[in-house]
């Protein structure tokens, strides 16, 4: 029982950092790397995989042992309701938004929205700057609001800790969950976070692996 609670702790722990918020303040963040598998050498030590990179590079990367892995699935915005967690990558929109909606939250356009597993609630909650583009932020909370495609993330307790968030139809929409390694095969897009060694190879921490033929669009 131990163990198994102690394994939880450190996948959480992982996701957590994953997500753009490292669990202890010594620990560097991970590289952010967006691509798609190209090969993978599951019987080399260590094993692992090349990929193309969104700009059009190559990389190996190595695959650990106690990688941590996230399933990413097709999703509903229809499953989405008051107190599901959630997360979403957006962007804030014009000056204009909390006056036009009478509101203390700006609001955001988002990029993506994922729906996540109950086991994993709790995760990175808040909000902070992301690197999808120059000026987009990541979001993590409840559910404390609808209003047709707009949502309100909610990590805190007063007012001004939500971020409201407009999903547009078309935006990709997934059921977050935990995977395995046995997900990680050739023509997946996948979302990656690594550390570089000292001799100058990528060591994967985490990987967001798209499945039904999906990206991550984080």
């Known amino acids: 029982m131990f163990n198994i609670r102690f394994q939880h702790i450190v996948i959480m722990s992982i996701i957590v950092m994953a997500l753009g918020i490292p669990a202890r303040a010594q620990e560097e963040e991970p590289e952010h790397i967006r691509g798609q598998i190209i090969s993978v050498k599951r019987h080399s030590d260590p094993s692992s995989m090349v990929i193309k990179t969104s700009d059009g590079k190559t990389m190996s990367i190595e695959l650990p042992d106690d990688l941590t892995v996230i399933s990413l699935t097709k999703g509903s915005y229809t499953r989405v309701d008051f107190g599901v967690y959630v997360g979403a990558v957006a962007v804030k929109l014009d000056q204009y ?3 036009v909606r009478d509101s203390l939250s700006w ?31 990541v979001a993590h909370g409840w559910v404390d609001d609808i209003e047709d495609r707009v949502i309100s993330i909610k990590y805190g307790p ?39 060694k000292a001799n100058g190879d990528h060591e994967a921490v985490f990987i967001f692996v798209g499945q039904d033929d999906s990206s991550p669009a984080l």
């Not at 609001?107 to 902070?128: S, T, V, W, Y």
């Open 97 to 99: 938004s909390p006056i």
């Open 107 to 137: 609001l955001h356009k988002g990029f993506e929205l994922r729906i996540i597993d109950e086991d994993l609630r709790g995760i990175a909650l808040g909000h902070k700057k992301w690197d999808l583009t120059l000026d987009s932020i």
């Open 158 to 196: 007063t007012e001004l800790e939500e971020t409201d968030v407009e999903v547009p139809r078309g935006v990709p929409v997934h059921q977050m969950s935990l995977g395995d390694k046995s997900l990680i095969t050739a023509g997946k897009h996948v979302f990656i976070g690594a550390q570089k």
